[in-house]
T-cell receptor, first 111, second 112 residues
C-alpha cells in the first residue's frame, strides 16, 4: 500500500520552514526519508523506527507517530540546497525488506 | 569507497525485446533492491535480494525477474518489453535492514 504524501508541491523562500507529511493505512515498522534532486539518485536523509521518535539531520528533522502510521519531515530555515523531491518510504510490519515509497513532494526554495 | 554502479546508463529497445540491467552494490553490502521510477507513479518496489535469495517482491508481472550472484552483484531482466516499461530503473544497496540505502544513478530504459 503506497503511503500518501502531502503536500504534492511547496514553494518556499530561503529561510522559511516547511512540513511534509506521510501517511499510511498499514501498521508500520519503519519510515525512511529520501531527497532526490533533478537528474540525480535519491539520497538518504533518515530512518525512524520507534513511535514518537524524532531524528535530526542538520536543520531537517522528522517524527513518527506509530499509532497513527504517520510521519512528518520538518525543514527549518530552508536553504537553496534543500530544493528537490522528498520521498517517504514505509516498511510495513510483517513485510520486511520491502520499502514502499510515496509519490513524492516537490520542494522549491527560491532566493 | 565506490558507490553503487548501474550499467548501462541508457538503453533503447523495441517492443517485444528483452533487456538485462546490472547493478554492482557497495562493497560489503549484501542487500540489493530494485525500483522502477516513472513521473506518474514515483518509486515502485520491484524486488529485494540478500545473499542470492529474493526476500520480497513488488506487484509487477512475471516479465520482470531478477537474480543476485555470490559477489552480491545483481541483475534484473525484463522480457517481452512493452511501451509502458519505459522508466528509470534504480537499484539500491544496504548493509542491513532497516538501514540507509545507497542508490545508483539508474538505467534509463526507453521502449519504442
Amino acid at each position: 500500500q503506497q503511503p500518501v504524501q502531502s503536500p504534492q508541491a511547496v514553494i518556499l523562500r530561503e529561510g522559511e520552514d516547511a512540513v511534509i507529511n506521510c501517511s499510511s493505512s498499514k501498521a508500520l515498522y519503519s519510515v525512511h526519508w529520501y531527497r532526490q534532486k533533478h537528474g540525480e539518485a535519491p539520497v538518504f536523509l533518515m530512518i525512524l523506527l520507534k513511535g514518537g521518535e524524532q531524528k535530526g539531520h542538520e536543520k531537517i528533522s522528522a517524527s513518527f507517530n506509530e499509532k497513527k502510521q504517520q510521519s512528518s519531515l520538518y525543514l527549518t530555515a530552508s536553504q537553496l540546497s534543500y530544493s528537490g523531491t522528498y520521498f517517504c518510504g514505509t516498511e510495513e510490519r510483517g513485510s520486511n525488506y520491502k520499502l514502499t515509497f510515496g509519490k513524492g513532494t516537490l520542494l522549491t526554495v527560491n532566493p | 569507497k565506490a558507490g553503487v554502479t548501474q550499467t548501462p546508463r541508457y538503453l533503447i529497445k523495441t517492443r517485444g525485446q528483452q533487456v538485462t540491467l546490472s547493478c554492482s552494490p557497495i562493497s560489503g553490502h549484501r542487500s540489493v533492491s530494485w525500483y522502477q521510477q516513472t513521473p506518474g507513479q514515483g518509486l515502485q518496489f520491484l524486488f529485494e535480494y540478500f545473499s542470492e535469495t529474493q526476500r520480497n517482491k513488488g506487484n509487477f508481472p512475471g516479465r520482470f525477474s531478477g537474480r543476485q550472484f555470490s559477489n552480491s552483484r545483481s541483475e534484473m531482466n525484463v522480457s517481452t518489453l512493452e511501451l509502458g516499461d519505459s522508466a528509470l530503473y534504480l537499484c539500491a544497496s544496504s548493509y542491513a535492514d532497516p538501514a540507509e540505502a545507497f542508490f545508483g544513478q539508474g538505467t534509463r530504459l526507453t521502449v519504442v
